[in-house]
Nanobody
Framework: VQLQASGGGLVQAGGSLRLSCAAS????????MAWYRQGPGNQRDLVAV???????NYTGSVKGRFTISRDNAKNTVYLQVNSLKPEDTAVYYC????????????WGQGTEVTVSS
């Protein structure tokens, strides 16, 4: 499985970006897909998740600002990030999970988001 993340960049505080994660196979084959981020000197943390059934969940600091969505026909998951803050600066990673007897997790290469104040 390959996950190709894109869409990061340098943006001013208050700005927006749309991150994309293109999968090499049907995203409905995964139990869930998610976006994580890892800021400088920090651990990798969950930002948003979307399940196969379409349920979504967000970490508290991004609720109301970030939106995870998907296009099944394009095998792509998106993360719309609005009202960006300097503390959102991080490398954003796409994740996919499938359960076939055991849990398998796949990661994309990351896309960097830098928010200037």
């Amino acid at each position: 499985v390959q996950l190709q993340a894109s869409g990061g960049g340098l943006v001013q505080a208050g700005g927006s970006l749309r991150l994309s994660c293109a999968a090499s196979r049907s995203i409905l084959s995964f139990s869930s897909m998610a976006w994580y981020r890892q800021g400088p000197g920090n651990q990798r943390d969950l930002v948003a998740v979307i399940t196969r059934s379409g349920n979504t969940n967000y970490t508290g600091s991004v609720k109301g600002r970030f939106t995870i969505s998907r296009d099944n026909a394009k095998n792509t998951v998106y993360l719309q990030v609005n009202s960006l803050k300097p503390e959102d600066t991080a490398v954003y990673y796409c994740n996919a999970v499938e359960v076939i007897g055991v849990l398998h997790a796949y990661w994309g290469q990351g896309t960097e988001v830098t928010v200037s104040s």
